[in-house]
């Protein structure tokens, strides 16, 4: 049964950093993109950032392109979301995504199972 879980979530101030990480079980971690996602409230779940099954090739929204950073472990079967400059626009609760397919994509319909979240707040 596939598993994610999200660590690494809390409350840090405008311009400051915070560093996500989810654990992933229950499937061939090695051949599938995976991604993360973000809701704050009121709004709809969006794209953050993906990452390939190799680990070559992420994609990001523009909204953090230059401030994320997302990586993977294939040893320890983990991936990594390096957040900085973070400001209150990026308050949320952050998804890690398994990816139905091996390459990073955008879209969610692509992605087939999620954690369950963890909240980042940025205050001003």
């Known amino acids: 049964q596939v598993q994610l879980v999200e660590s690494g979530g809390g409350s840090v101030q405008n311009g400051g950093s915070l560093r996500l990480s989810c654990a992933a079980s229950g499937f061939p971690f090695s051949f599938s993109a995976m991604g993360w996602f973000r809701q704050a409230p009121g709004k709809e779940r969006e794209f953050v950032a993906s990452?390939?099954?190799?680990?070559?090739?992420?994609v990001y929204s523009d909204s953090v392109k230059g401030r994320f950073t997302i990586t993977r472990d294939g040893t320890a079967n983990t991936i990594d979301l390096q957040m900085n400059s973070l400001t209150p626009e990026d308050t949320a609760v952050y998804y890690c995504a398994k990816g139905e397919r091996p390459v990073a994509t955008s879209s969610a319909p692509d992605f087939g199972a999620w954690g369950q979240g963890t909240q980042v707040t940025v205050s001003s």
């Open positions: 990452i390939s099954w190799h680990g070559e090739r992420t």
